[in-house]
């Protein structure tokens, strides 16, 4: 939920937010006028139960002939109390609604505009020439690397088996993303999969994309679509130590995603499915430490893609290609040599005050005071990874060499066509 301190003394900063989001600035005012009402409601609330108190207590001094004329005012006080409970009941459910409506504000300098309006910040490394290449998908079953046909018998459309080498490719990506992620001062964590409607809620995912989230009906259960949800949910209701720094840290886990609305995009390959692994990055930190831990993550990033030895480009994501809790968000796009094109492989985002508020994550400041935190997140590592990798690290006899990095745990230089699962 955005700052009320924000929308109160200067509402125009959140209407041109939601403006440079294509998302109506509309709910800004109101938003403003659900917060007059709760108010409202709450002092009127306040002050009959204050009258109510007092007029308890004169009848409890009152001598016995006044007794009844107070009690019948106390008993017309106490239903008007009742009726001003309800009364801020559902200004305080409409006041929540309205908060809830408005996406976090966008900081200063993000691009306006929709999904095609990013800003390029840097590009790393230069595709590689082949000639004909084959895509990731070929590489993947000439090399008994990716089954797709038995992910399809076994679970349906967009599920897959990763096999021998495959196998080891992601586990040795994964690990290799852990070990970075802890060398950076990260905490390991594997985190559970399934999370409840409120830490869901809380991080922003049963918004506009709610119809990505799979649920677990009969059980009020979401599966996650990253590691995101239950790194934000871990310290809610907290208020965490930040007085040596960040927390940071990094989840291994599957991830689960419905890609509604995705019908016929990337049907081909592993690029979208409903299942995958990945590694996140996560931080807590003071409002204040925001934006550098974001370029932290970044870098974290930019380690990682260096290790796979991928050509790749950095973009400063548009308003309008947002998440809801987002404030500012880098992707990193790899080279896909048969699409002639840079695909998204990693995100970072800065989600400012937006998360830990909903999930009531706070820290002490100077003066021992209870302060919102902020919380940032970014993908290290994930199963897409193995497109950038076997399309740009083929050779021309049908090989894919594998990164130095990853040798030690797939226990190969050169990936070569050969037996099939």
Same mark, same amino acid.
């Given at each position: 939920?955005?700052?009320?301190?924000? /929308?109160?003394?200067?509402?125009?900063?959140?209407?041109?937010?939601?403006?440079?989001?294509?998302?109506?600035?509309?709910?800004?005012?109101?938003?403003?006028?659900?917060?007059?009402?709760?108010?409202?409601?709450?002092?009127?609330?306040?002050?009959?139960? *204050?009258?109510?108190?007092?007029?308890?207590?004169?009848?409890?001094?009152?001598?016995?002939?006044?007794?009844?004329?107070?009690?019948?005012?106390a008993?017309?006080?106490?239903?008007?109390v009742?009726?001003?409970?309800?009364?801020?009941a =559902?200004?305080?459910?409409?006041?929540?609604?309205?908060?809830?409506?408005?996406?976090?504000?966008?900081?200063?300098?993000?691009?306006?505009?929709?999904?095609?309006?990013?800003?390029?910040?840097?590009?790393?490394?230069?595709?590689? *020439?082949?000639?004909?290449?084959?895509?990731?998908?070929?590489?993947?079953?000439? /090399?008994?690397?990716?089954?797709?046909?038995?992910?399809?018998?076994?679970?349906?459309?967009?599920?897959?088996?990763?096999?021998?080498?495959?196998?080891?490719?992601?586990?040795?990506?994964?690990?290799?993303?852990?070990?970075?992620?802890?060398?950076?001062?990260?905490?390991?964590?594997?985190?559970?999969?399934?999370?409840?409607?409120?830490?869901?809620?809380?991080?922003?995912?049963?918004?506009a994309?709610?119809?990505?989230?799979?649920?677990?009906?009969?059980?009020?259960?979401? /599966?996650?679509?990253?590691?995101?949800?239950?790194?934000?949910?871990?310290?809610?209701?907290?208020?965490?130590?930040?007085?040596?720094?960040?927390?940071?840290?990094?989840?291994?886990?599957?991830?689960?995603?419905?890609?509604?609305?995705?019908?016929?995009?990337?049907?081909?390959?592993?690029?979208r499915?409903?299942?995958?692994?990945?590694?996140?990055?996560?931080?807590?930190?003071?409002?204040?430490?925001?934006?550098?831990?974001?370029?932290?993550?970044?870098?974290?990033?930019?380690?990682?893609?260096?290790?796979?030895?991928?050509?790749?480009?950095?973009?400063?994501?548009?308003?309008?290609?947002?998440?809801? $809790? *987002?404030?500012?968000?880098?992707?990193?796009?790899?080279?896909?040599?048969?699409?002639?094109?840079?695909?998204?492989?990693?995100?970072? $985002?800065?989600?400012?005050?937006?998360?830990?508020?909903?999930l009531?994550v706070?820290?002490?400041?100077?003066?021992?005071?209870?302060?919102?935190?902020?919380?940032?997140?970014?993908?290290? *590592?994930?199963?897409?990874?193995?497109?950038?990798? /076997?399309e740009?690290?083929?050779?021309? =006899?049908?090989?894919?060499?594998?990164?130095?990095?990853?040798?030690?745990?797939?226990?190969?230089?050169?990936?070569?066509?050969?037996?099939?699962?």
């Amino acid at each position: 939920m955005i700052d009320l301190k924000v /929308l109160r003394e200067n509402p125009d900063v959140v209407r041109v937010s939601q403006q440079a989001r294509g998302e109506d600035p509309g709910l800004v005012d109101a938003l403003a006028e659900a917060d007059v009402a709760r108010r409202t409601a709450i002092s009127a609330a306040d002050n009959l139960r *204050a009258e109510q108190k007092a007029a308890s207590k004169l009848i409890g001094s009152a001598a016995p002939d006044q007794r009844p004329a107070l009690l019948a005012a106390a008993k017309e006080l106490a239903e008007r109390v009742k009726g001003a409970e309800s009364a801020q009941a =559902d200004a305080e459910k409409s006041f929540s609604a309205a908060h809830m409506a408005i996406s976090n504000v966008v900081i200063d300098g993000v691009p306006a505009g929709g999904v095609d309006d990013f800003v390029v910040l840097d590009t790393v490394g230069e595709p590689p *020439a082949l000639d004909n290449p084959k895509d990731h998908l070929e590489l993947g079953e000439s /090399l008994g690397l990716i089954d797709m046909g038995r992910g399809a018998k076994v679970a349906g459309a967009r599920f897959y088996f990763l096999t021998g080498a495959g196998a080891l490719l992601q586990l040795g990506l994964l690990q290799l993303a852990m070990r970075v992620a802890v060398e950076n001062g990260c905490t390991p964590i594997i985190p559970p999969v399934l999370v409840r409607p409120e830490v869901m809620a809380g991080t922003g995912f049963l918004g506009a994309h709610a119809d990505e989230v799979y649920r677990l009906e009969g059980e009020d259960l979401y /599966l996650v679509g990253t590691s995101e949800v239950p790194l934000a949910g871990f310290h809610a209701d907290e208020i965490l130590d930040l007085s040596h720094g960040p927390q940071r840290y990094a989840a291994w886990s599957s991830c689960f995603r419905r890609e509604a609305g995705s019908y016929g995009k990337d049907t081909r390959g592993i690029i979208r499915v409903h299942q995958f692994d990945k590694v996140e990055g996560f931080v807590y930190c003071r409002p204040e430490e925001a934006e550098a831990e974001h370029q932290r993550l970044l870098g974290w990033q930019r380690q990682m893609l260096a290790h796979i030895e991928v050509p790749y480009r950095v973009i400063d994501v548009a308003a309008g290609d947002l998440g809801s $809790s *987002a404030a500012r968000k880098f992707d990193c796009e790899a080279w896909v040599p048969t699409q002639q094109t840079y695909r998204e492989l990693t995100s970072t $985002s800065n989600c400012t005050t937006f998360q830990a508020r909903r999930l009531a994550v706070r820290y002490r400041d100077e003066n021992g005071k209870p302060q919102t935190a902020a919380t940032l997140n970014g993908t290290l *590592a994930t199963t897409r990874w193995l497109v950038a990798i /076997l399309e740009n690290h083929q050779q021309p =006899d049908g090989s894919v060499r594998v990164p130095e990095a990853l040798v030690p745990y797939v226990g190969t230089t050169v990936l070569e066509p050969g037996r099939k699962t």
